[in-house]
C-alpha cells in the first residue's frame, strides 16, 4: 500500500539545525510532486515547501525561505527537508504529502503519519 | 497569498445530525478546493478533492460543493467516528493554503 514515512524530528536549541526525511513506498515515487507541510502544536496546517520530480522546481514559504531547503533522492525513494536556523516558532509536527494530480487540478494524498520537531533552549 | 476562511471553527453536532462547514476564499478559485480531516494526533486524511469529487474509500454521507469564492462540505448524518477536525485547502496557487480548521464536537 501507498506509504509515507518520516523520521528525524527531535529536541534541537535555537539556531541549530536538523534534517528530516521521509521514505516513500507502494507507489513509483520519481512519478509524484511532494511537499511538507507542519502544523504548530494545537494550530491549524502550514504548508512549508514544494519539490518537483525532477526536483528543479522548488517552492517555499516565505516563512522558512532561506533557512530550509527540500530534496529528493529518487533512488532512494524519499524527499527531506534541511531545516537550518531553527526558531522557537518552527516547532510543529511536520508531514511529508504526495501530490496527486488529476488534469490541472491537484491534492495531498496520502499524508505520512509526522514527526515532531521542537526548538527549544 | 489567498487567505482561507472556515466558519464556523467549531460547532457541536449530535449523531445523526447535518452538518454544513463553510469555506471562504479572498479570491476566486474555481474548484481548486479540497477538504481533509484529522482526528486528534493523526495525520490529515484527505476527503474531497475539486470541490466535489469524494476520495475512494470515503462514505457516501460527506459531499462537497461550491465554486468561486464559496465552498461547503456536508455531512448528512453525524456518525461517531465523523467528530474531527476539518480543514480545507485551495491548491489554485503557490503558496498553498489552508483554512484554519472547523473541530466538530460532540454535544
Known amino acids: 500500500q501507498v506509504q509515507l514515512v518520516e523520521s528525524g524530528g527531535g529536541l534541537v536549541k535555537p539556531g541549530g539545525s536538523l534534517r528530516l526525511s521521509c521514505a516513500a513506498s507502494?507507489?513509483?515515487?520519481?512519478?509524484?510532486?511532494m511537499s511538507w507541510i507542519r502544523q504548530a502544536p494545537g494550530k491549524g496546517l502550514e504548508w512549508v515547501s514544494y519539490?518537483?520530480?525532477?526536483?528543479?522546481?522548488?517552492y517555499y514559504a516565505d516563512s522558512v525561505k532561506g533557512r530550509f531547503t527540500i530534496s529528493r533522492d529518487n533512488a532512494q525513494n524519499s524527499v527531506y527537508l534541511q531545516m537550518s536556523s531553527l526558531r522557537a516558532e518552527d516547532t510543529a509536527v511536520y508531514y511529508c504529502?504526495?501530490?496527486?494530480?488529476?488534469?490541472?487540478?491537484?491534492?495531498?494524498?496520502?499524508w505520512g503519519q509526522g514527526t515532531l520537531v521542537t526548538v527549544s533552549s | 497569498d489567498i487567505q482561507m476562511t472556515q466558519a464556523p471553527s467549531s460547532l457541536s453536532a449530535s449523531v445523526g445530525d447535518r452538518v454544513t462547514i463553510t469555506c471562504r476564499a479572498s479570491q476566486t478559485i474555481g474548484s481548486y478546493l479540497n477538504w481533509y480531516q484529522q482526528k486528534p494526533g493523526k495525520a490529515p486524511k484527505l476527503l474531497i478533492y475539486?470541490?466535489?469529487s469524494l476520495q475512494s474509500g470515503v462514505p457516501s454521507r460527506f459531499s462537497g460543493s461550491g465554486s468561486g469564492t464559496d465552498f461547503t462540505l456536508t455531512i448528512s448524518s453525524l456518525q461517531p467516528e465523523d467528530f474531527a477536525t476539518y480543514y480545507c485547502q485551495q491548491s489554485y496557487s503557490t503558496p498553498r493554503t489552508f483554512g484554519q480548521g472547523t473541530n466538530v464536537e460532540i454535544k
Open positions: 507502494g507507489f513509483t515515487f520519481s512519478d509524484y510532486d
Open positions: 504529502a504526495r501530490i496527486t494530480v488529476g488534469g490541472q487540478y491537484n491534492w495531498f494524498d496520502p
Open positions: 475539486v470541490a466535489s
Open positions: 519539490i518537483s520530480t525532477t526536483g528543479r522546481t522548488i
